[in-house]
């Protein structure tokens, strides 16, 4: 339980397209963002303290690197690839100050698909190993254009039965519709202002209740599937495979066959490898 006293925090809709994909877009049919472009809102995936006012679910510490435990064959879920930000916070006067990422790395924000949910964290943690962060990740120097994160793609996978399927699309990291200062400044104002409307939570409440933590881990959104992943649900015995690589050393070819290979290795790259089980 290496970020037992982090809190931890998700983005919805900050990659073009994707809530569609997950079936998501009615969720958030009432909520006006400043731009089109703007992510939809942030949710709560953990709590490091009890919060009278959320669900006490969101007290069960759900990260793995290894394993993803499915919650109930009758339900679908899905593998969600993103970037996770490894974060200090900084409070002023109680209000969030300023968020300074230290390391990012590869994050799978694996999501039951159920319609009607009344918050996203409904589908978001559902207990120990709902969640995946890689073991190995890269340390930021500076979380801006011109830093090493410019040089960075994503992509993922899913084995089945012997067979390795593209799960989530190669996209760069500068894919992202908020990214760098944009994504801070973003992220401050609505952990500040957000309130309990629709499918989002007042989160500057569950940080009072938290004691206002110091660390922790943001996952900025989930990329775009492959028609594969779109509309496969994991099951048991699937491994799942998301890995953020630096593009100028090494190529998307290369790391699918090191996949299939099972010749993976942690130079430049961040990799988490979860395997589903019951």
Known sequence: MKYKNFLGLGIAGNFALHLAQAGELEDFKDVITADEAAPKGMFPFYLPLPVKEAKAILNTY?????????????????????????????????????????????????????????????????????????????????????????????????????????????????????FYEKLLDWMIKQINTQEDFGPLEPLSEYISACAYPTDAIISIGATRYTSYGENTFLKEGDEVFVILYN???????????????????SADISILRQTVIS
């Open 62 to 178: 759900p990260l793995s690197s290894s394993t993803i435990k499915h919650p109930n064959e009758s339900l679908n879920i899905q593998a969600e690839p993103e970037v996770a930000l490894i974060c200090k916070l900084e409070y002023k006067e109680n209000k969030l100050f300023r968020i300074t990422p230290t390391h990012f790395g590869a994050y799978n924000d694996c999501s039951i698909r159920v319609a009607g949910a009344s918050k996203i964290s409904d589908k978001k943690n559902w207990g120990a190993d709902s969640k995946g962060i890689s073991d190995n990740l890269i340390a930021i120097e500076s979380f801006s254009e011109g830093s090493i994160m410019d040089s960075y793609s994503i992509c993922s996978f899913l084995k089945r039965d012997g067979e390795v399927h593209a799960y989530g699309e190669d996209v760069e990291l500068s894919g992202y519709s908020y």
């Open 247 to 265: 593009s100028k050393t090494l190529s998307y070819k290369e790391i699918l066959q090191n996949v299939k290979n099972n010749t993976l290795n």
